[in-house]
């Protein structure tokens, strides 16, 4: 299988140079022959490249220990759900699952871009099968999975334990669907400076597949949040470590690009700014590619020390200077067809938005490489961590989070006195009563009290939108309300699907804000043995350690302790957490001992246990009890804002689904000839 | 009759045997293989739990790798060698009575900035700091002078291109409320 791994990756190199060659060409000659040759390229190089990954995964079922990859990650013991992932645990396999994604991701963007953006595709097969041909060169020369060993062991030194969890076989694909995705815009982009159809043309054809990068990258991070919660113990989800910073960034500079190309399509004004967000946010990608596979940046997420660096930062460096340098040959045409009417207006908050947006994508940036250039200054090494991230980037948060609830409340081009009074005298009166309510409520942590008063203000201005549209819809058409609502969505599928996203985003913050009470105590406990710990709501937790049991499971020795859990004296269960010691198949142990989190999860806390270890051998363990307030708040926020892009995402519905010039204001009115 | 005697002896010794294996392993509470459960951990104490001592560990960075604070670092990878003795290290310190600063610059004196868990306010440090929020301002002093510079050229325009409106101010003031009412 080896050698067909080999030949389908040297295929897929000349496929995707060929595919690269034809697409400028065809693009710039207009040759129709050329351009249909690079759209089956791109065909060809996705059979090619799975073919490839079809090959590895034999490989890795047949427990082909010859191949280094396959022994470096696999064991014969390994259940098979983690068998497939296993493609993706180590730095090359997860190299070809990137480079066969982003060929699928070309390949689609032939087939599904309608044929008014055709001009477009051309360069959009070159620019994606040159980046795929990169990939695939990392691959032949620098990465190849398929390398065979001098020797072979009887048994693979099997997958990391903290890999060997459902939230690590799902987080890497669909974080690197959003991170491949992102090269589909950056395709369109190109192909727009190159052809000189800089109109908004490029928007529509680029804003569906921009969405789409920025849920996979959404979901990605949120299922790596919930991973690091449930998995690796340390009661929390984000750590700020340079490598969940690369993933972060890019997904900013989408989120301010989503909210800016709005005005580039109602008004035609920031396309040079919106070009450059695009372009920002793929290079941003690669940036963070970089430092993933590189071990410039201390990570523990971070893939083994490898070359692959060199060829990552050659290509960033080569990418950024030929983007930009076409960007900039190309800004005479990027001029702005309106011009901003007022202060107070809805394209100026969407411009604060993204000046917020870009600032915190650039505090993070400047955070995460802040190590690099204080070596390189000083000759002295320094940590950024948590304190800082938080110090610096949590004001910039709040204030976006005011912008939320501010940006829809103000009226496209010019908003009048009247209008901003009637706008904003519900939202901010439910912000202070909210505010005054946790004040009396004894909440003093400033913070989490901005945190959740803004809240109130954003689902205040949602609920007030949605509640006018209703009732619009119910005096024009005269439906109930509650159905209206629903057509309202319905029908403006962009508008108010992103105002579900909005709601995400307050439960998001309300969830971080939780973690400002976290409580949490160590104790050593007998069997029969109680601790105590206080919530910061009052409640007493009575924990009581019931024993410890050992045994075999799958490819692990199991330490289980469990432990009974009583509310102000009232019994709420058990929870069990566990040391795995995983084993090969001859019973050796392959790795340290891993921590499994017994978590009772709640609307209002999480009570959060895990088993450090055991006193001599007995069964006296030691335990940390930690009280995580509000944590369920962040994964259910997470689903709303997954639903609310899926809302804006689903064809049709919106705006521009509707045929002639749309009324900018008053009333449509049908003519007696037009019937 | 010999031979069943001490078959009968052997029994008894077994099963005194198996009875004494039983009662180490289970009635003493000890576990069938303490290996599977990770490195041997000793009781918590009050100082482990002390808010002022995990205040001060939280501050400073384990040196195993992980990225992690000693605190966090020896309340979650129990299987750490580094984050316990430097727990030692800091209780050690508290003993002999100092305070949280002069524990925290033992540290750094014996392993450098890089011991913080951010970096200390001065010298060229205060760029890490700073650099954001300097950005962010200059970067709205330029956007706030950009709009006016953009309002006030499209007031000029406006007023250049639009014939005067052949409309009182109140009804003026009608239609902007009515167009207020709409929806978006």
Known sequence: MTLLGHLSLWLAFLVGLWGAVTGFAGGLQGRADLQQSARHATVALFGALVVAVISLEVAIFRHDFNIEYVAAYTSRNLPTFYLWSALYAGQKGSLLFWATVLSLFAMLAQLLTSRRHRAYLPYVAGVTCLVATFFVTVLLFAANPFERMAFTPVDGRGMNPQLQNPGMVFHPPMLYLGYISITIPFAFAIAALLSKKLDADWLVAVRKWTLVSWLFLAVG?????????????????????????????????????????????????????????????????????????????????????????????????????????????????????????????????????????????????????FPILSELVQGTKVTVGPPFFNQVNVPLGLALLALTGIGPLIAWRRASMPNLRRQFAVPVTAGVFVFLILMVAGMRDFGALMAVSLGGFVVATVLQEFARGARARHRQFGEPVALAALRLIGRNRRRYGGYIVHLGIVLLFVGFAGMAFKTETQATLRPGESATLKSPYGHVYTLTHLGVSQYHALNREVTAALVDVRRDGKPLGRLKTEKRQHVDAAGNPTFEPSTEVGIRSGLREDLYIVLGGLVDGTEQAVYRFTINPLVWWVWFGGYVLVLGGLIVLWPGGGPQAVKGPRPQAGYAVKLEAER | MSDRVSRRAFLAVGAAAVGAVIQDTVAAGRVYNPRWAGRAQAPITAADNDPGIQAIEKQLKCSCGCGLDIYTCRTTDFSCTYSPGLHKQVLALAEQGKSAQEIIDTFVAQFGQQVLMAPPKRGFNLAGYFVPSLAIIVATAFLVRTLRRWTRAADVAASESAPPPDATPAELERLRRELDRLPG
């Open chain 1, 221 to 369: 991070l949120l299922l790596g949040m919930w991973w690091a919660y449930v998995e690796l113990g340390w009661g929390g989800y984000w750590a700020w470590d340079p490598v969940e910073n690369a993933a972060l960034l890019p997904w900013l500079v989408m989120t301010a690009f989503l909210h800016s190309v709005m005005i580039q399509e109602k008004r035609g004004m920031l396309k040079k700014w919106n070009l450059a967000l695009i372009i920002g946010a793929w290079l941003l990608s690669i940036f963070g590619t970089f430092i993933t596979r590189s071990g410039v940046i201390a990570s523990v997420h971070s893939f083994t020390q490898s070359s692959v660096g060199y060829f990552f930062l050659v290509f960033l460096v080569v990418a950024a200077a030929a983007s930009f340098t076409l960007y900039a040959t190309r800004l005479p045409l990027l001029t702005a067809e309106a011009r901003l009417e007022s202060m107070v207006s809805r394209e100026a908050s969407f411009l604060f938005n993204n000046l917020l947006f870009i600032g915190i994508a650039f505090s993070v940036l400047w955070g995460t490489l």
